[in-house]
């Protein structure tokens, strides 16, 4: 993961270098609390019942006396510490339905992380999604389990090669892909999600836009506008291994499968499937249309989620697995909680640039 000098992660784990001594830490302004006792006992099995039901498909009974306790701690700290939890769709099954309080795709999170009166956020997904969140929730305490949740996309293109784009191409307006860094927020017009990309796009009226950092997402968009795109060089480590050839073996064995495809993945992958769409569209897809066979050319938690939740479709998986999004995990979740730990803190100057730019696309929509 990337961490600019002017966005950081502060908290316990970075030791005393990293929190300046005049400024209030979450700690000291929400408080400590107690470590709950973690066990599974009868009123744990009774009181988390009914979330064992939504992921009683993916969690064998085996593996629930582990997870239970976790839950049962994470949602009585939630309410003692007026804290939710936005989750993204890549989220682990018992993270995703049994703790978290809004799941969606990077644009509902963004926009959700704006309107939510809780005190304190504590952000299911990577590093770039939190520093989202307390781009549009300054005021809140947003926390995130792990600050090593990084992302290959964020960690590919920095403030200063935006400058350097802006140099070389004068006067182009330059579209970022919200898995970027608040400093290349800051250093740019407007941002982007993988639901909103080609509106943005022409919402600039421009006949030429520069679009960083995701290659595949800016050729993606090329083919649905007539804007000419230039691109950066990064791609998401999970859907570029994605191959056409792969997905067509799957076709030729059963013709009738559906594939969703993320429009993270190279064209030649999204050119053999059905539908291209962002997590959250793909999740509308399956739950709207009830294919009876479909493959999600994704994450893997993906398919885990929305099978729970899709009892009549059966979900062939050969997924890739997002190893930033998989270190957010229960434990680290509570611990989240307990000691407040890691604060997402970015300088109130470069904030100010970056919000307007994920201001101006939730604007759009
Ligand atoms: P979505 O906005 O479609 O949820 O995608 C975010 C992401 O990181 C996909 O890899
Ligand atoms: Fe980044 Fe890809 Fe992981 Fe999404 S799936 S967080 S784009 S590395």
Known sequence: MQVSSHSRVSGPSLGAASAAPHKLTALSRHGALPMPILAWTPEVARETAHLYEKVKATIPPIEWPFHAPYIKAINDLKKQRNAVILAHNYQTPEIYHCVAD???????????????D???????????MAETSKLMSPEKTVLIPDSRAGCSLAAS?????????????????????????????????????????????????????????????????????????IAWHGACEVHERFTAEELLRYRAEDPSIQLLAHPECPPEVVDVCDFSGSTAAMIDYVKTRQPQRVLLVTECSMADNVAAENPGVDFVRPCNLCPHMKRITL????????????????DEALAQRARRSVERMIDLN
Do not use: W
Request: aromatic share 4%.
């Open 118 to 128: 809780a005190e304190i956020i504590v952000q299911g997904g990577v590093h770039f």
């Open 102 to 116: 809004v799941v969606g795709d990077s644009l509902q999170l963004a926009r959700i992380a704006g309107q939510s």
């Open 157 to 229: 293109i920095t403030g200063a090669d935006v400058r350097a784009l802006r140099r070389k191409y004068p006067g182009v307006p330059v579209v970022a892909y919200v898995n970027t860094s608040a400093q290349v927020k800051a250093e740019v017009d407007i941002c982007c999600t993988s639901s909103n990309a080609v509106k943005v796009v022409e919402s600039l009226g421009a006949d030429t836009v520069i679009m960083v950092p995701d290659r595949f997402l800016a050729a993606n968009v090329a083919r649905q506008t007539a804007v000419k795109i």
């Open 331 to 346: 434990p680290k979740i509570l611990d989240s909680l307990v000691y407040l730990r890691e604060e997402v803190t970015i």
